[in-house]
């Protein structure tokens, strides 16, 4: 079947409303024609990728060129987070052409109705996703999210596609905006219970390598599972690095998914795919015995408040160790909190380092590890072992309180795995 438009958008498609609205038109019209759409649909709000990494200059040329043309959102877009914190990242040996870049990116976006929130977790403190919500968002961690925790509908729109999106306020309907492709087609029996963002974070990473589809959909049996948000959102964002996965279903705990019949649309498949506690705990690498590592690193996603008040709970009065660097990534929401109740400050006094609008994955993390003479990472996330092993990091996963621990007390045995530790 062709691809139908209406009235308005035949007139975006020829220029009737501006240049920008015919660019963003073809563009989302090559989109649909190739995924075989017949139709668009609305969308609620955009997220824009406002990152050098994936945009290139090509692309802020780009961006530039429509706001000078007079492009204006017609939607509420934010930004994703970006690859500098425009405050602190003179320290961590970042580029000053990438800054300028971001600079120039940020500035154009702004220039069209952007809000420049900077964060991957717009889920958590910007824009809140609901029920069955067409999406247009960016980043992938948080369409993961939006599909499988809120039962919202995105596909990934990366790059141009999440501007074009939010110039003509819709997208072409297909992928995971119909309902028939968001059941589950493999399904995966966790034994033994999670606990903590660490567990759920090898979980999704597991998932994830098993299927490495977009298009494939798993739904996840849990024992007495009860994951928390934090929780579901690293399960989300390291399913999708693993896998490209951007839809889910964690059974009984997710709206599409009350029972496993009804997350895979009353055809629940032959074959369930067991994981073990001992596969999850032997699945990624550990730190040698008593070797110190150079960074601990609490980003990919960033993180909410509940997760910066653990660490810092778990820190007490302690300090971070002399050889030893902690790094967290937040957004300005989370900041401006911290900042207002004095948590910022009692961290920072400790020794923590605060990284505000970034993730450190996207801040050309390969030039960081040798402005801080690092090798050795210890995080609890996967999503950032999996992108720093390629940046020439030895990365370890353990849970937040190994994390902690190993970041404050001197000769604490490092080797952790991603099953250890408690919630």
């Excluded at 043309?69 to 934010?78: D, E, M």
């Excluded at 600079?103 to 900077?118: E, N």
């Excluded at 705990?281 to 910066?308: K, N, W, Y």
């Excluded at 605060?354 to 801040?363: E, S």
Aim: with cysteine; glycine share 10%.
């Amino acid at each position: 079947m062709a691809l139908v438009l209406d009235e308005k958008q035949q007139a975006m498609l020829q220029g009737d409303l501006g240049e920008p609205w015919r660019w963003a038109m073809n563009q989302q019209i090559q989109v649909a024609e190739f995924f075989g759409a017949t139709r668009f649909v609305a969308v609620d709000s955009a997220q824009a990728g406002a990152e050098v990494g994936t945009m290139g200059e090509v692309g802020v040329e780009l961006v530039e060129q429509l706001a000078e043309a007079g492009a204006r959102f017609q939607i509420p877009t934010i930004t994703a987070a970006c690859s500098v914190d425009f405050q602190r990242s003179e320290g961590y040996g970042v580029p000053s052409s990438q800054v300028a870049l971001e600079h120039r990116l940020h500035k154009a976006l702004r220039q069209m109705g952007c809000i420049d929130t900077s964060t991957c977790i717009n889920y958590q403190t910007v824009s809140p996703p609901r029920f069955r919500q067409h999406l247009a968002w960016g980043d992938t961690g948080a369409v993961a999210f939006a599909n499988g925790v809120a039962g919202a509908r995105s596909n990934y729109e990366a790059g141009p596609a999440s501007i074009a999106a939010a110039l003509t306020g819709m997208v072409p309907a297909y992928g995971f905006h119909l309902a028939e492709n968001r059941r589950a087609t493999r399904v995966f029996e966790v034994g033994g219970l999670m606990r903590g963002t660490a567990d759920w974070s090898a979980l999704g990473a597991w998932v994830g390598k098993e299927i490495a589809d977009y298009w494939t959909v798993p739904a996840v049996v849990v024992p007495d599972a009860n994951p928390g948000i934090d929780e579901l959102k690293h399960f989300a964002a390291a399913a999708a690095s693993f896998g490209s996965i951007a839809m889910f279903h964690v059974v009984g705990c997710t709206p599409e998914a009350p029972t496993l019949l009804e997350a895979c649309g009353g055809k629940v498949p032959e074959r369930l795919e067991r994981i073990s506690r001992d596969d999850l705990a032997h699945a990624f690498p550990t730190l040698p015995a008593r070797e110190q590592p150079d960074l601990v690193v609490f980003s990919a996603p960033q993180l909410s408040i509940h997760e910066v008040a653990l660490i810092m709970r778990l820190m007490g009065t302690r300090q971070v160790r002399q050889g030893t660097r902690v790094i967290v990534t937040i957004n300005a929401q989370v900041e401006g909190e911290l900042a207002r109740t004095g948590m910022l400050q009692t961290l920072e006094a400790a020794g923590v380092e605060i990284l505000c609008g970034t993730c450190f994955y996207v801040m050309a993390p390969a030039v960081v590890r040798l402005a801080l003479n690092a090798r050795t990472v210890l995080t609890p996330s996967t999503k950032l072992l999996n992108i720093l092993r390629g940046a020439g990091y030895e990365v370890a996963l353990g849970s937040v309180e190994q994390c902690v621990e190993a970041a404050v007390h001197a000769g604490v045995h490092a080797g952790v795995h991603a099953a250890g530790g408690t919630p």
